[in-house]
C-alpha cells in the first residue's frame, strides 16, 4: 500500500442534493479541503446518467467521493469512513446507546424519507410528486420529533455535533421545499435553527455552492 | 445493576428488515425474545398506540436491549456490535468497512424502502413493477460493486452487515419474481450464505409468526 500523502479528497454531487449537503457539512465540519466535481442531476437529462459517472459510482447517484485512493458513495458511509479516519472533532458520540440514537435518527432521514421524496421517486411519481414527498416528510419529521424531544440538548442528541444533526439540516430544506407545514414540529424547527447559524452548516449551504445557478444564489 | 432481561425483538417473519435483525443476533449467539408485530394483520398491528409508543415510526423492527428500545435494522444491529463485539460484523480496516456500509445502504435505503408493504400500498396496482423496477435498479449497482469486492462474502472472506442486508432483499426479490439470472454474483453469495445456520434458522419459513401454509 502506497504511504504518500493523500491528494485531495473529491466530491461529486450537485448543490441542491440533500445527501450531498451531508458530506459537505461533515467535510467542513473536520476542516478537510476538498474539491468539487459538480454532476448536474438535471441538465442533459441528468449528467449523473452518463457511462463515466457510472464508473464512478453503480447507483448513479451523488454524492460519491474519491479518497485515499478510494471511491466512496453513499452519503453515510462516505461519512463514517472520514469519521474513522480523521476522527476530530468526533460525529458520534463515545457511548454507544447514544451512538445508536444518532444513528436512529439518520436513517428515519437516510431510509425512511429522503430515498421517497428524491428526484428519481419524483419523477416516476408523476403529477402527484408534491404530495406524495410531503406525506413521506410529515410521516418521517412525525416519528422524529417525538423522537427529538427525548434525545435532544442543544442538538439532535445531547449537546454535541453529531451525524443527526448533518442528516437534519439537509432534510429540512427539502422539507422546505416542498412546502411542508414546518409549525407541527417545534424542536426539528428549534434544532434547525440552532444549526444554521453554525459555519460548516452556512458555507455548505445550497444557496453558495460552485455550481449553484445566478437565481439560487445567497 | 439487575440481571439484563433477553432482549425483545418486535418484527414480523416476512419483514426483510427484521430478518436483518435476527441474523445479527443469530450470529452474535445472542438468545432474545420475539413478539410478533403482524403488519397486514387488523389493518396492521404495527399501528397501533401501544406500538407507537415503541417506535414513533409505526415500522418493525424495535428492538429493547440493555434497558433501551432501538429502532432502525442498521442502528440495532450496529448497537449489538458495538456492544457484544465477537464474531465482529465489520472488517477491522476503514475501506473495508466502507464497502460494507455502503452494500448495506444501497439495500437499506436504495433499494428496501422504495418497496416496502408501506409503499407499494400506497402505490396500488402498479406495485410488482414498481418494486421490480427498484430491486432491479439496486441490484445491477450491487452486482458490479460485489464483483469487486467479494470473496467468500460480499466483502472478502468474512461475514459482515453487508451479507446480513443481502440474504433478505435476494429474498424480496425472488418474492416479486425479479430476473435473478442477470445478477450471478448475488446468487452466488446468496448461495453460500442461506447455508450457513445463522440465516437458516431465522429465515422466514421458520419464526413463531410464521403461517402454517408458509412453513419450511
Redesign the interface.
Known sequence: LSSKPSITPVLYGYFRSSCSWRVRIAFALKGIEYEQKPVNLIKDGGQQLTDQFKAI?????VPAVTI?G?T???S???I??IE??RPEPRLLPAD??Q??QV??I???I???I???QNLY?LQ?IGAEKVQ?AQ?FINR?F???E??LKQTAGKYCVGDEISMADICLVPQVYNAERFKVDMSQFPTIRRLNQTLTEIDAFKVSHPSCQPDTPDDLQA
Open positions: 459510482n453503480p447507483m448513479q447517484q485515499d478510494i466512496l458513495s453513499q453515510l458511509a462516505i463514517q469512513y474513522e479516519t454507544p446507546k451512538r445508536g444513528r436512529i439518520c436513517d428515519i437516510a431510509s425512511g429522503q430515498p421517497l421517486v416516476k406524495w406525506h418521517g412525525e416519528a422524529l417525538p423522537i
